[in-house]
C-alpha cells in the first residue's frame, strides 16, 4: 500500500494537474475561441470528446513528460479544429467533405419513412423529440430536420421560410 508520504503525493498532484490542465484549456479556448467546444459538425463534437480525455490524462499523469504531451495534444487539437473550420468558410468543396448536410425526416406534417431508413432515426425517436417540441398535431409541423451535429430540429408554425431548409438533403420518397 501507500505511505502517508504518497498518499499526499498522489493527491497533490492530482490538485495540481487537474488545475494546471484546466486552466490551459482555458487559456488555449480563449485563444481559439468559443468555436472549440460547439457540436456544429462531427469533427467538432470528436474534439470534444478527444480533450475531455486528454484532460483526464493530463490529470492523471505521473510524469511532467506525460502532462506536457497531453498539454500540447489538446492544443494541436484546437488548433487542428481551428484551421479546419476556417477552411470550411473558405472553400464549399472542403465544407461539404468534412461535414455530412442535414437531413429532412418530416415535411408538412407527413414523415418520410425513405429518410427515417437512410439516417437510422426511428420512428418513436422522430415522434419523442416532437413532443419535446410541444407539438400537439402533425399538421402543425412544417418539417423536422436531422442536422449535422445528430441534432434533430422540429419547425412547426403557419409558414416556414425557404431559407430554413435551403441547405437541408431531401431523401426521395
Not at 136 to 156: P, Q
Request: proline fraction near 1%; charged fraction near 20%.
Amino acid at each position: 500500500m501507500f505511505t502517508a508520504i504518497e498518499q499526499i503525493d498522489v493527491i497533490l498532484r492530482a490538485i495540481a494537474l487537474s488545475t494546471v490542465a484546466v486552466c490551459w484549456v482555458v487559456v488555449v479556448v480563449r485563444y481559439v475561441g468559443l468555436r472549440a467546444f460547439s457540436k456544429m459538425t462531427a469533427f467538432d463534437f470528436v474534439v470534444t470528446v478527444a480533450i475531455g480525455s486528454l484532460l483526464a490524462g493530463a490529470s492523471q499523469a505521473t510524469s511532467w513528460a506525460g502532462f506536457v504531451q497531453a498539454a500540447i495534444a489538446i492544443a494541436s487539437l484546437l488548433l487542428v479544429q481551428m484551421i479546419v473550420a476556417r477552411l470550411r468558410v473558405s472553400s464549399d468543396s472542403f465544407s461539404n467533405t468534412i461535414q455530412n448536410a442535414p437531413v429532412l425526416l418530416m415535411e408538412d406534417g407527413e414523415i418520410i419513412d425513405a429518410a427515417l431508413d437512410h439516417t437510422r432515426v426511428t420512428r418513436d425517436d422522430l415522434i419523442a423529440k416532437l413532443r419535446e417540441a410541444n407539438v400537439l398535431a402533425l399538421s402543425d409541423v412544417r418539417a423536422v430536420v436531422l442536422e449535422t451535429t445528430g441534432d434533430i430540429s422540429v419547425l412547426h408554425g403557419s409558414e416556414l421560410d425557404d431559407v430554413l431548409v435551403a441547405d437541408v438533403k431531401r431523401i426521395a420518397r
